[in-house]
């Protein structure tokens, strides 16, 4: 998995553009659903006080868990949890992050997803979201997934661009002004948005 995210993402300046937004600090704890192979959750431990990481993935989590010990990173809790079940944080947390993963939801339980997250954030608190959204104004989507798809084959490869247009005909990704509408439904307030291709990277206040 890191392997081939390597090939579509710069996963070390997503988690420093990450610590930016969030503004995490040595007072900060972080919440990371859906944390994968860890990168971006150790990452930003080395600035927060605490990051609690969670995936719904054994696997994930054991492979997580053996990253950590390997680079010696102490303050970071790994628990199983997704948006809906499982793990929850002791306390509101200063920051949530979660990439590539709100998409494996349907629309209505993404609007309760958001709503959780929000409930676990401080007053002040904010949500760092990447995913898959689609552009609401576009004239022409045969055109735009043609491109799109083709961008990704020319710079990752075949392999990758093959599981966009499976993502594309099997996955839960929305319109972008669903999703925004989804955040000011659960009281999370549009910071800031940056598009590239398919994926929207979202800031949200509490």
């Known amino acids: 998995y890191d392997e081939r995210m390597g090939r579509l993402r710069d996963v070390q300046k997503e988690a420093g ?3 930016a937004a969030l503004a995490v ?3 900060s704890t972080v919440w990371e659903i859906g944390t994968g192979t860890v990168e971006c959750a150790l990452a930003l431990a080395v600035a927060a006080q605490h990051v609690y990481a969670s995936d719904v993935s054994p696997a994930m989590l054991d492979y997580a868990r053996q990253k950590a010990r390997q680079r010696n990173i102490v303050n970071v809790t790994f628990a199983d949890g997704g948006f809906l079940s499982g793990f929850r944080p002791p306390h509101p ?3 949530i992050v979660t990439q590539l993963a709100l998409h494996h939801l349907p629309d209505f ?3 309760r997803a958001l709503a959780a997250i929000a409930s676990c954030l401080q007053p ?3 949500l760092y979201l990447r995913d898959v959204v689609f552009p609401s104004a576009t004239a022409d989507y045969d ?4 491109t799109t ?3 990704v084959r020319a710079s990752a490869g075949a392999e990758i661009a093959e599981q966009i247009v499976r993502h ?3 996955e839960f990704s929305t319109l972008d002004w669903i999703l925004e509408e989804m955040f000011a439904r659960a009281g999370l307030k549009l910071i800031e948005k940056h598009t590239e291709g398919f994926l929207s990277a979202y800031v949200c206040g509490k």
Do not use: H, P, Q
Request: aromatic fraction near 12%; proline fraction near 0%; charged fraction near 30%.
């Open 149 to 151: 798809i083709e961008a």
């Open 109 to 111: 339980w993404k609007s």
């Open 168 to 170: 594309i005909k099997t």
């Open 17 to 19: 553009e990450i610590r």
């Open 143 to 146: 055109a735009f997934f043609r």
């Open 25 to 27: 600090s040595a007072d």
């Open 124 to 126: 002040a608190g904010r």
């Open 93 to 95: 947390v200063n920051g």
